[in-house]
């Protein structure tokens, strides 16, 4: 019997088969876990992660560097949190000159947190 993160893992190569990065539309690769949610812009054509943001707590010395956001996102619910992920990584993005991107829910159910975080990340400017 298929556990839930092997199906997860089957329908993510799936998805990866069909879905590519470049570097004038960059894949946005969104990652769930049960405490925290990541995002990540990234150029497949040359390995390159362009952007990213998380809810994941950080240490000060590390929050303000270029094409990266999360720390002060820690607080709130998991809602909530996916919402302000979503606005940090469109933010990030348009400083970087992003616009276009290729949305990645890495096999996970457009629903939910997922949905949220790609809801707002239109809101705040990216076009997917």
Same mark, same amino acid.
């Given at each position: 019997?298929?556990?839930?993160?092997?199906?997860?893992?089957? =329908?993510?190569?799936? !998805?990866?088969?069909?879905?590519?990065?470049?570097?004038?539309?960059?894949?946005?690769?969104?990652?769930?876990?049960?405490?925290?949610?990541?995002?990540?812009? !990234?150029?497949?054509?040359?390995?390159?992660?362009?952007?990213? &943001?998380?809810?994941?707590?950080?240490?000060?010395?590390?929050?303000?560097?270029?094409?990266?956001?999360?720390?002060?996102?820690?607080?709130?619910? +998991?809602?909530?949190?996916? +919402?302000?992920?979503?606005?940090?990584? &469109?933010?990030?993005?348009?400083?970087?000159?992003?616009?276009?991107?290729?949305?990645?829910?890495?096999?996970?159910?457009?629903?939910?947190? !997922?949905? =949220?975080? &790609?809801?707002?990340?239109?809101?705040?400017?990216?076009?997917?």
């Amino acid at each position: 019997m298929q556990s839930k993160t092997d199906k997860r893992i089957r =329908l993510k190569a799936k !998805i990866r088969s069909k879905i590519q990065g470049t570097k004038e539309r960059p894949r946005l690769s969104v990652f769930r876990s049960n405490k925290f949610i990541y995002a990540q812009v !990234i150029d497949d054509v040359s390995g390159a992660t362009l952007a990213q &943001a998380s809810d994941l707590p950080r240490p000060a010395s590390t929050r303000g560097e270029l094409g990266k956001a999360g720390g002060e996102i820690a607080k709130g619910t +998991k809602t909530e949190r996916a +919402k302000k992920v979503g606005q940090s990584i &469109a933010e990030v993005c348009l400083k970087a000159n992003i616009k276009k991107v290729v949305f990645d829910r890495n096999g996970f159910k457009y629903t939910g947190r !997922i949905k =949220l975080l &790609a809801d707002t990340a239109r809101a705040g400017g990216l076009k997917f």
